[in-house]
């Protein structure tokens, strides 16, 4: 089973300010995803990224993949109470095959 | 209706009741997902069907049996289960292809008493 490691777990700040999600492994992937889950509700894709050193922009919110295709980070700026929720990274091996990480549950405060 | 869809979305139940859970996509997709989402573990892939055959079963225990009549559909059957299969489970679909962009349900909360 292929493990992606998130960090920070948890993550709390104040409306306004930027803030970086990590999530690692030591296998290789063809892709990786970022979705967004709020409580109550299943995880929402936000992005894909497939190729390595790819950089993705959503608005406030950049994608980038590692080089080697191992890892990704996802970056907010200005953050807002909306972008509260659980980020969840998952890297794809095989057909179906998507590995879900650890998440990171983000709070930020009005 | 649009999307991925979830019945029940909350179920409480005892070791030995018998009970199914329903998944329904009206996205188009050939490829279905069972996940369960506990407290403090990542999302664990239970099944996968695609093209209506089972394609993938993660070591997942008897007590839980999987159906997929059509594409569109999918069920999750429960018996006697165990208050540790307790979470949230999740249902997804997607388009079979290299990007396997899955479009989750809302989940069903099972509590097992």
Known sequence: TQLLEQSPQFLSIQEGENLTVYCNSSSVFSSLQWYRQEPGEGPVLLVTVVTGGEVKKLKRLTFQFGDARKDSSLHITAAQPGDTGLYLCAGKTGANNLFFGTGTRLTVIP | ?113
């Open chain 2, 1 to 113: 209706e649009t999307g991925v869809t979830q019945t029940p979305r909350h179920l409480v139940m005892g070791m030995t009741n018998k009970k199914s859970l329903k998944c329904e996509q009206h996205l188009g997709h050939n490829a279905m997902y069972w996940y369960k989402q506990s407290a403090k573990k990542p999302l664990e892939l239970m099944f996968v069907y695609s093209l209506e055959e089972r394609v993938e079963n993660n070591s997942v225990p008897s007590r839980f049996s999987p159906e997929c009549p059509n594409s569109s559909h999918l069920f999750l059957h429960l018996h006697t289960l165990q208050p540790e299969d307790s979470a949230l489970y999740l249902c997804a679909s997607s388009r079979e292809g290299r990007r396997n962009e899955q479009f989750f349900g809302p989940g069903t909360r099972l509590t097992v008493l």
